[in-house]
């Protein structure tokens, strides 16, 4: 599997971005993919993720301090992830990964322990 992570960049707050993720070599039944945020000096956190399952179809999960402002979303077609990021503050600059991970657990979708595959990260600076 490889997760290839773009549209980092700096902005100011209030503002928003998106971020992609090109997924290619996932041949799961079931899996799922995931955006995660590592700020400086902090523990990587989950964002947002969004299953995928012949039997169940999609679902999308998110942190609680990024629903309403952050949006998940799949084009299968081009087989890239998405991540638009909007009314962005401050303390969310970091590292954006993608992760990936063969089947999933609903309880651990933002659990970084739980995916095996990631990205090389996007910077993303939000200025005060």
């Known amino acids: 599997v490889q997760l290839v992570e773009s549209g980092g960049g700096p902005v100011q707050a209030g503002g928003s971005l998106r971020l992609a993720c090109e997924i290619s070599?996932?041949?799961?039944?079931?899996?799922?993919v995931a955006w995660f945020r590592q700020g400086p000096g902090k523990e990587r956190e989950g964002d947002a993720a969004?299953?995928?399952?012949?039997?169940?179809?999609?679902?999308?999960t998110y942190a609680e301090s990024v629903k309403g402002r952050f949006t998940i979303s799949r084009d299968n077609a081009k087989n890239i992830m998405y991540l638009q990021m909007d009314s962005l503050k401050p303390e969310e600059s970091g590292v954006y990964y993608c992760?990936?991970?063969?089947?999933?657990?609903?309880?651990?979708?933002?659990?970084?322990?739980?995916?095996?595959?990631w990205g090389q990260g996007t910077q993303v600076t939000v200025s005060s």
């Open positions: 992760a990936a991970a063969g089947g999933f657990e609903y309880a651990r979708l933002l659990d970084p322990g739980f995916y095996r595959n």
């Open positions: 070599g996932i041949h799961y039944r079931a899996y799922c």
């Open positions: 969004i299953t995928s399952s012949m039997t169940s179809g999609s679902t999308t």
